[in-house]
Each structure stands twice: as C-alpha cells, then as structure tokens.
Nanobody
Framework: QVQLVESGGGVVQAGGSLRLSCAAS????????MGWFRQGPGKEREFVAA????????YYADSVKGRFTISRDNAENTMYLQMNSLKAEDTAAYYC??????????????????????WGQGTQVTVSS
C-alpha cells in the first residue's frame, strides 16, 4: 500500500519554526519529484514548494520564499519542509505529494496539483499571532 505520511505540524507562535516531514512507504520516491501544498481555512489548496528527484531543482511560492526550505533524503525515502519566521497566514493543513516520471513536464508545471499522483493526509500547522 502506497502511503505518504506527514508529521511535524503543531501550534507555534508567530516568528517561530517548525519542520515537517513526509515519509513514504510502498513507494520509492528517489526518482520522483515531490511537492508541498497547503490549504488554509476556506481556501483552495495552494502550492508551497517543490523539489526535483535529485534535489537539483527547487521552487517556492513567493509567499514563502526566504522563509521555507524544502529538502529530501532519498536514502530515507523522506522529504522535509523547514519553516522559519512563521506568520499567521501560514496557518493551514500541509500536504506532501509525489509526482510522476514526467520530469520535463513537471519542470514547468511543478505548481499544479494535477502533476502529483500521490498525496498524504496532511498535517495541521497553526500559527498564533
């Protein structure tokens, strides 16, 4: 059974930090591009960050650039999202997602939800102001 399991969410004060993890099982992610999305209350799910299979290409939404860092450890079959300088508007459920082997297409569509086949169940991040 393929699973992506997020962890590391919680409640933090504005300005604080959290590190999210996304552990894959039943799926080897070492050759797959990966992404983080989030969905705030009453909002659509939006792109946060994405990383190519090798980690050589990384992309961020403008709203998190300079504050969040995406990384991956293919040996551990895990992806991470380090979130610093958190703001109230970062409050959301955060989802990790695994892409496909359509690498060239993903390189221009990394921010599109449909480019990702597998999704985790999400982890809640709440930032209090």
């Amino acid at each position: 059974q393929v699973q992506l399991v997020e962890s590391g969410g919680g409640v933090v004060q504005a300005g604080g930090s959290l590190r999210l993890s996304c552990a894959a099982s039943g799926l080897t992610i070492s050759t797959l591009p990966m992404g983080w999305f989030r969905q705030g209350p009453g909002k659509e799910r939006e792109f946060v960050a994405a990383i190519s299979w090798s980690g050589g290409h990384i992309y961020y939404a403008d709203s998190v650039k300079g504050r969040f860092t995406i990384s991956r450890d293919n040996a551990e079959n895990t992806m991470y999202l380090q979130m610093n300088s958190l703001k109230a508007e970062d409050t959301a459920a955060y989802y990790c997602a695994a892409g496909t082997h359509q690498w060239s297409r993903w390189a221009v569509r990394y921010m599109v939800r449909d480019e990702y086949e597998k999704w985790g169940q999400g982890t809640q991040v709440t930032v209090s102001s």
